[in-house]
T-cell receptor, first 114, second 113 residues
Framework: EAQVTQNPRYLITVTGKKLTVTCSQN?????MSWYRQDPGLGLRQIYY???????DKGDVPEGYKVSRKEKRNFPLILESPSPNQTSLYFC?????????????FGPGTRLTVL | EDKVVQSPLSLVVHEGDTVTLNCSYE??????LLWYKQEKKAPTFLFML????IEKKSGRLSSILDKKELFSILNITATQTGDSAIYLC?????????????FGAGTQVVVTP
């Protein structure tokens, strides 16, 4: 089954304790992206990656890092989480074709930073 | 500054009504506009629009893009309670490469029986 998986699905942590949210897709997509979703603000893009070893900042990259060492994985790293990073995070990958492209979202990771 | 604005923020309709959602945008180097439906989980893709005046249709949902006036409309006819969701609009900017998306805040649609 084609899918994007994220782990963990829920995480409560404390300020300053480094954490990583993993994202993996089994569709061999070149493009992957991370978003955060906050009430009233919609989805905001954090980072995206066009291919292995190629990453770019989205609209809200501060406080986050990513890496793309292999095509299927795109982890999101919070080196020193702060309470304002409490949010719902989505990973996505894109399939492109003649009819345009479709963005597949993972199930989401709800992060709370105390 | 690029921005995507959706309206209304929320609406409540009765089953069978028609709903019209608006997405207006100001984006440098527009490439495409996408619509998503989000229930209590991850967004699911509905449409991608790149050309003006061409209607995309899927069942009771349809969408059209006006690149001159910088907006898109998503219509839902004969609404059902299963249409209750947040509808998200996203615009892709082509800054040299592709893949930078800006989302609107969404429109919450509630369809009552």
């Amino acid at each position: 089954e084609a899918q994007v998986t994220q782990n963990p699905r829920y995480l409560i942590t404390v300020t300053g304790k480094k954490l990583t949210v993993t994202c993996s897709q089994n569709m061999n997509h070149e493009y992957m992206s991370w978003y955060r979703q906050d009430p009233g603000l919609g989805l905001r893009q954090i980072y995206y990656s066009m291919n292995v070893e190629v990453t770019d900042k989205g609209d809200v990259p501060e406080g986050y890092k990513v890496s793309r060492k292999e095509k299927r994985n795109f982890p999101l790293i919070l080196e020193s989480p702060s309470p304002n990073q409490t949010s719902l995070y989505f990973c996505a990958s894109i399939a492109s074709g003649d009819r345009g492209y479709t963005q597949y979202f993972g199930p989401g990771t709800r992060l709370t930073v105390l | 500054e690029d921005k995507v604005v959706q309206s209304p923020l929320s609406l409540v309709v009765h089953e069978g009504d028609t709903v019209t959602l608006n997405c207006s945008y100001e984006v440098t180097n527009f490439r495409s506009l996408l619509w998503y439906k989000q229930e209590k989980k991850a967004p699911t893709f509905l449409f991608m629009l790149t050309s003006s005046g061409i209607e995309k249709k899927s069942g009771r949902l349809s969408s059209i893009l006006d690149k001159k006036e910088l907006f898109s409309i998503l219509n839902i006819t004969a609404t059902q309670t299963g249409d209750s969701a947040i509808y998200l609009c996203a615009v892709e900017a082509a800054d040299g490469s592709w893949g930078k998306f800006q989302f609107g805040a969404g429109t919450q649609v509630v369809v009552t029986p």
